[in-house]
C-alpha cells in the first residue's frame, strides 16, 4: 500500500477526500493545520489505486503552486485488506513518477557511470582474453549499460523528448567508451581467438534474438513490479558490454570477421531490448498524465516501435544470410 500525505490550503479538503472516496481509499485523515492556513491530508490507498488518486490530485491541485505531495511507501497495514484486493495489489504496476525517477537515475552522465564503464570494459577484456567464465560475468554486472536503454523505452513510453535524449546520449558515450578501450586493449594485447568466451560472442543466431526480447521484457518487468533483484540476471543474460569489448578486441587483433560477428550480436541485443522495453511499457499502461501528453506520447511509440520493428527485421534477414553461408 502507499501513503500520499498532501500539503495544501484547507481549502482544498472537501476535494481532496472526495478524490480518496471515489477511488476507495482505505482510510483519509486530516492531520496538522499550520497557521498559514495550510492542512496536512494523508490518504492510505492500494498500490493498484495510487496511480489514479496522484492524477486526481495532480489536476485539481495544479493551480496551487505550493500544494505538495508525498508519496510513502508502506509496509504493513492492518487489518490486512480482503483476498482479492490483496491479490489484486500484488500485481500492481509501480506508479509513474517513482518509476521515473528510479529509470532517469541509469540514464545521467556523471562520473561514476564513466568510471563503471571503464572498469568493467577492463575486467570484461581480461575475462574474454583468459576465457574465464566468472571474471566476464562480474563484468557483466557492474556495467551500466542497461540503463540507459530502459530510460529510453520508458522516455517512449511518456513522450518525454529530454529523457529520450539524455539516455541516447549516455548509451552511446557509454558503449563508445567501451568500445575504444577495448580497441586499445586489442592492439597492445595478444588476443587468443581460441578462447571460448570470446568466440561465443561473435556468433549471433535466432536463440540471441529470443534471448534479448525475453530479457529486455524481463528487465522492465522487474522494475515495474519492484522486483528490482531480477536485474542483475537480466544484465548477465542480455548483457552489452561483453560484445561491444569483443568488438574492439577483434578489430584490433585484425579479426575482421570475427568483429563483424560481434558488432552484430551488440545490434541485436540494443535493438531487442528498447523493442520489448517498450512493448511492455505500453502493455503495462506507463503514459503522461494529460490527454495532449498522451496524444503526443502515442505518436512517439507509434513511430519508434515502427523503427526498432524495421531495424530489427533487417537484422534477422542478416543473420539468415550468414548461416547460410
Given at each position: 500500500m502507499k501513503l500520499i500525505e498532501v500539503n495544501a490550503d484547507s481549502g482544498h479538503?472537501?476535494?481532496?477526500?472526495?478524490?480518496?472516496?471515489?477511488?476507495?481509499?482505505?482510510?483519509?485523515?486530516?492531520g496538522f493545520k499550520g497557521e498559514d492556513g495550510r492542512q496536512i491530508?494523508?490518504?492510505?490507498?492500494?498500490?493498484?489505486?495510487?496511480q489514479a488518486v496522484l492524477d486526481g490530485l495532480q489536476k485539481y491541485l495544479n493551480k496551487d503552486p505550493e500544494?505538495?505531495?508525498?508519496?510513502?511507501?508502506?509496509?504493513?497495514?492492518?487489518p490486512r485488506p480482503p483476498e482479492q484486493e490483496r491479490t489484486k495489489e500484488e500485481s500492481a504496476t509501480a506508479i509513474r513518477e517513482a518509476l521515473y525517477e528510479e529509470i532517469e537515475k541509469s540514464a545521467r552522465l556523471d562520473n561514476n557511470f564513466l568510471i563503471l564503464?571503464?572498469?568493467?570494459?577492463?575486467?570484461?577484456?581480461?575475462?574474454?582474453?583468459?576465457?574465464?567464465v566468472a571474471v566476464v560475468i562480474g563484468a557483466m554486472v557492474i556495467a551500466p549499460l542497461l540503463g540507459p536503454n530502459l530510460a529510453?523505452?520508458?522516455?517512449?513510453?511518456?513522450?518525454?523528448?529530454?529523457?529520450?535524449?539524455?539516455?541516447?546520449?549516455?548509451?552511446?558515450?557509454?558503449i563508445g567508451l567501451a568500445f575504444l578501450l577495448a580497441l586499445g586493449i586489442g592492439l597492445i594485447w595478444p588476443v587468443d581467438i581460441n578462447s571460448h568466451e570470446l568466440m561465443a560472442r561473435t556468433d549471433v543466431g535466432l536463440d540471441s534474438v529470443a534471448l534479448?526480447?525475453?530479457s529486455g521484457a524481463a528487465a522492465v518487468l522487474s522494475i515495474t513490479t519492484g522486483l528490482s533483484s531480477v536485474l542483475v540476471g537480466v544484465m548477465?543474460?542480455?548483457?552489452?558490454?561483453?560484445?561491444?569489448?569483443?568488438?574492439?578486441?577483434?578489430?584490433?587483433?585484425?579479426?575482421?570477421?570475427?568483429?563483424?560477428?560481434?558488432a552484430l550480436l551488440l545490434a541485436v541485443n540494443i535493438v531487442c531490448v528498447n523493442l520489448a522495453a517498450k512493448l511492455v511499457f505500453l502493455a503495462k499502461g506507463i503514459h503522461p498524465r494529460t490527454w495532449w501528453e498522451k496524444k503526443k506520447a502515442q505518436r512517439s511509440m507509434v513511430l519508434y516501435l515502427l523503427i526498432w520493428v524495421i531495424t530489427l527485421t533487417l537484422l534477422v534477414a542478416v543473420i539468415y544470410v550468414r548461416s547460410r553461408k
Open positions: 479538503i472537501d476535494t481532496v477526500a472526495g478524490i480518496a472516496e471515489q477511488h476507495e481509499a482505505a482510510d483519509f485523515r486530516l491530508m494523508r490518504i492510505l490507498i492500494a498500490d493498484d489505486r495510487a500544494a505538495r505531495i508525498v508519496v510513502l511507501a508502506v509496509e504493513a497495514a492492518l564503464v571503464v572498469l568493467s570494459t577492463i575486467v570484461a577484456a581480461i575475462g574474454l582474453i583468459e576465457d574465464n529510453l523505452g520508458l522516455g517512449t513510453a511518456l513522450g518525454d523528448t529530454a529523457l529520450m535524449w539524455k539516455a541516447t546520449r549516455t548509451n552511446g558515450i557509454g534479448a526480447l525475453a548477465v543474460a542480455v548483457a552489452l558490454l561483453p560484445p561491444t569489448a569483443t568488438l574492439g578486441l577483434m578489430l584490433g587483433a585484425g579479426q575482421y570477421q570475427h568483429a563483424l560477428g560481434a
